[in-house]
């Protein structure tokens, strides 16, 4: 569906790109506790919900997390978390930043790590191997900006006709709950269908460079934003390629 010049001129003048200062704030730990992937590779899994793929084992290094209420039906996929595990024997102050690539819960946990990222709670290899031996620990975590957003094109997608793609890095308090994709000459745009987890996706995708409109929520006080990234998508885009939209959100 594309929106008239008219309609977007409208849409423009409502666009903000100062989102509200988050607070940075140090006591702002949530208690939880967390797992992880016993069975799994050292790394994340292939086959998260969030339908990152076989980046999905990758991203961060590995260091990546299936959340339970935090998945909050694929809304939470991509964000960032700190999470710091409490027993002073063993854990670091920092603890560990994840990227959430999955859903899942064990034993009343909001995280199950992959095993590098749980190990990486600890202060050394021994008290990593302690951690371990726990199974579950009790921690604390909040949201964690670190990284501009990434938009990631699928390894489905298939120039010029079908376009899928995965926002990584979205961060701070808000979530992304609908994307417009622009051609940057006409600005006629589409809304995105969010597949499954965080992947968006359109068949006939308009041509040329491509901007991208994410309309960020804040859960807790409704608010809603469209943001604009400062980079677009490039007009010979590729499954596979990884392109810095330029921005973080707070
Ligand atoms: C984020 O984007 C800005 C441009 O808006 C760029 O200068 C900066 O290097 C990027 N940061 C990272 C960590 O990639």
């Known amino acids: 569906m594309a929106l008239s010049p008219l309609l977007f001129l409208l849409v423009s003048l409502l666009l903000t790109q100062t989102p509200a200062?988050?607070?940075?704030?140090?006591?702002?730990?949530?208690?939880?506790?967390?797992?992880?992937?016993?069975?799994?590779d050292e790394k994340g899994t292939d086959a998260g919900a969030c339908?990152?793929?076989?980046?999905?084992?990758?991203?961060?290094?590995?260091?990546?997390?299936?959340?339970?209420?935090?998945?909050?039906?694929?809304?939470?996929?991509?964000?960032?978390?700190?999470?710091?595990?409490?027993?002073?024997?063993?854990?670091?102050?920092?603890?560990?930043?994840?990227?959430?690539?999955?859903?899942?819960?064990?034993?009343?946990t909001d995280f199950i790590l992959s095993k590098r990222a749980f190990s990486r709670m600890a202060q050394t290899t021994d008290s990593a191997a302690?951690?371990?031996?726990?199974?579950?620990?009790?921690?604390?975590?909040?949201?964690?900006?670190?990284?501009?957003?990434?938009?990631?094109?699928?390894?489905n997608s298939n120039y010029p006709h079908y376009l899928a793609f995965v926002l990584w890095y979205q961060q701070g308090k808000k979530d992304i709950t609908a994307v417009h994709l622009c051609e940057t000459k006409n600005y006629a745009c589409k809304l995105l269908d969010r597949s499954h987890g965080a992947v968006w996706t359109t068949v006939t995708p308009p041509s040329g460079p491509l901007s991208i409109r994410m309309?960020?929520?804040?859960?807790?006080?409704?608010?809603?934003?469209?943001?604009?990234?400062?980079?677009?998508?490039?007009?010979?885009?590729?499954a596979g390629d990884e392109y810095d939209s330029g921005i973080q959100v707070d």
Do not use: H
């Not at 730990?29 to 967390?34: D, I, L, N, P, V």
């Open 21 to 40: 200062d988050a607070a940075t704030c140090s006591d702002c730990f949530t208690q939880s506790r967390a797992a992880y992937y016993s069975n799994s």
């Open 51 to 108: 339908g990152f793929g076989s980046f999905g084992a990758t991203i961060n290094g590995g260091d990546v997390s299936a959340a339970s209420d935090l998945y909050r039906d694929g809304v939470g996929c991509g964000a960032c978390y700190q999470v710091r595990c409490m027993n002073s024997n063993y854990c670091s102050d920092n603890g560990v930043t994840v990227v959430i690539t999955d859903q899942g819960s064990s034993d009343r």
């Open 130 to 155: 302690s951690l371990l031996a726990l199974g579950v620990v009790d921690v604390q975590y909040r949201r964690y900006p670190s990284k501009n957003i990434t938009i990631k094109i699928d390894e």
């Open 215 to 238: 309309l960020l929520s804040d859960s807790e006080d409704g608010e809603e934003t469209w943001m604009v990234p400062t980079n677009d998508i490039p007009e010979d885009w590729k």
